[in-house]
T-cell receptor
Framework: SAVISQKPSRDICQRGTSLTIQCQVD?????MFWYRQQPGQSLTLIAT?????????ESGFVIDKFPISRPNLTFSTLTVSNMSPEDSSIYLC????????????FGPGTRLTVL | QKEVEQNSGPLSVPEGAIASLNCTYS??????FFWYRQYSGKSPELIMS????GDKEDGRFTAQLNKASQYVSLLIRDSQPSDSATYLC???????????FGKGTRLSVIA
């Protein structure tokens, strides 16, 4: 499976600011996704990061709040904009490798706390 | 709307016993089924995938799939305290589409 890293691993931010989370994979992957896991909850898909085009957002998530970039097949960023305490969550990227059809692997996550 | 249902638990089993975790899904065209284990504060770790009706065994883990009943289960034999975690059932319709997760079942193995 691909080795996935995320930066930062955790951060504490002030209300109204923005944070960009990076996801780096050690090999080219076909699909990259961003998930959110709120405290005590399961995973919720934010969007599919599309290489070279705009991300595909799930219901309830919008580009202005969660802009996503994917400039190539190994890297993506998620920005959490104009943060509020309700954005405090773990943010996870996941990938589907080029050698597999649908198995998704997760990065270590970014734990975000908004004060 | 696609849904994946799991009993949230906690499910408590004694060390050495069989833990049985269950999952149902709503979308009949689902094709791929996964079990992830998530320790507190960590990201989900894939432990099993299953695509065809029947059983699939990997070490102490057995996944069972019944598409007619839209039911997936995970059996953990000889449960160990290190198996204590939240187990997430995930389903996808086809390759390269995002997973739909259940809320997870918290398993506690008592020594």
């Amino acid at each position: 499976s691909a080795v996935i890293s995320q930066k930062p691993s955790r951060d504490i931010c002030q209300r109204g600011t923005s944070l960009t989370i990076q996801c780096q994979v050690d090999s080219q992957v076909t699909m990259m996704f961003w998930y959110r896991q709120q405290p005590g909850q399961s995973l919720t898909l934010i969007a599919t990061a599309n290489q070279g085009s705009e991300a595909t957002y799930e219901s309830g998530f919008v580009i202005d709040k969660f802009p996503i970039s994917r400039p190539n097949l190994t890297f993506s960023t998620l920005t959490v904009s104009n943060m509020s305490p309700e954005d405090s969550s773990i943010y996870l990227c996941s990938v589907v490798g080029t050698g597999t059809t649908d198995t998704q692997y997760f990065g270590p996550g970014t734990r975000l706390t908004v004060l | 709307q696609k849904e994946v249902e799991q009993n949230s638990g906690p499910l408590s089993v004694p060390e050495g016993a069989i833990a049985s975790l269950n999952c149902t899904y709503s979308d009949r065209v689902s094709q791929s089924f996964f079990w992830y284990r998530q320790y507190s504060g960590k990201s989900p770790e894939l432990i099993m995938s299953i695509y065809s009706n029947g059983d699939k065994e990997d070490g102490r883990f057995t996944a069972q799939l019944n598409k007619a009943s839209q039911y997936v289960s995970l059996l953990i034999r000889d449960s160990q305290p290190s198996d204590s975690a939240t187990y997430l059932c995930a389903v996808t319709v086809q390759g390269n589409t995002p997973l739909v997760f259940g809320k997870g079942t918290r398993l506690s193995v008592i020594a």
